[in-house]
């Protein structure tokens, strides 16, 4: 960086100081998006260090995936709800970005992901998306792919519908319901792959299931998950 935009990033540290997404203090010089303090403190899952934890264990007998990760425990109140908050709601994509560096960070350790060919992001409907101005996984995907080297492939995927109701429907009316809210632009693109899909928040596992079979109908080698955070 050259001194001249060293000396005016300082100023303008001076004039607008950020804060943590995560606690709402003040960022020291040198820190970004979350506090050296709120790093240490997130909540971890460490699902990346075995195979048979709870988010894994949630798509057994649903989708057939070689692994399943996410990086935060999700609860309320917290400051993992605190930063998808900010991710999904205040326009602060470098929350998403930052997040996926660090859950690109945990699967270097883990061979499997490394050999996956290409990323794609659960889609926001267009409607959504162009409200919003961008798509969350998309940036959580911009920062795993950093780190791990692999494309990011959007347009391929594609949400038909905004919304859809899952109430008084029976799990299969209601997996049928899921079942058309996405398509595939291309499917051949996908043949013998290793797709690596991300989201924002593991809840239900509905809307990765969706997404998952639809990829695997395409005929992938094989499908991974990874998220920023896992509701219990
Ligand atoms: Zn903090």
Redesign the pocket.
């Known amino acids: 960086m050259s001194l001249i935009k060293q000396l005016t990033a300082d100023f303008f540290h001076l004039l607008f100081p950020e804060c943590?997404?995560?606690?709402?203090?003040r960022l020291f010089y040198g820190e970004k998006c979350?506090?050296i303090?709120?790093l240490y403190?997130l909540p971890y899952t460490d699902f990346h260090l075995y195979p048979d934890h709870p988010a894994a264990k949630l798509f057994w007998g649903r989708l057939p995936c070689q692994e399943v990760m996410a990086l935060l425990y999700f609860k309320k109140g917290t400051?993992a709800q605190n930063l998808i908050h900010q991710l999904k709601y205040k326009g602060q994509i470098d929350v998403g970005f930052m997040l996926g560096l660090m859950i690109g960070e945990k699967l270097l350790s883990n061979p499997s992901y490394q050999k996956a060919d290409l990323i794609i992001p659960v889609p926001l409907h267009r409607k959504k998306e162009n409200s919003r101005g961008y798509n969350q996984s998309k940036s959580i995907a911009d920062g795993i792919a950093k780190i791990l080297q692999l494309p990011v492939v959007t347009g391929l995927l594609i949400r038909q519908t905004d919304t859809f109701t899952q109430t008084k429907k029976s799990r299969y009316s209601r997996f049928e319901n899921m079942q058309s809210v996405f398509k595939l632009s291309k499917s051949h693109i996908l043949k013998n792959q290793h797709v690596l899909l991300i989201d924002d928040v593991i809840t239900t596992g509905a809307t990765l299931e969706a997404c998952g079979k639809i990829l695997l109908d395409s005929g992938l080698n094989k499908l991974s998950i990874a998220a920023a955070a896992y509701a219990e």
Not at 20 to 25: D, F, M, W
């Open positions: 943590c997404n995560a606690c709402g203090t979350i506090c303090r709120c403190d400051k």
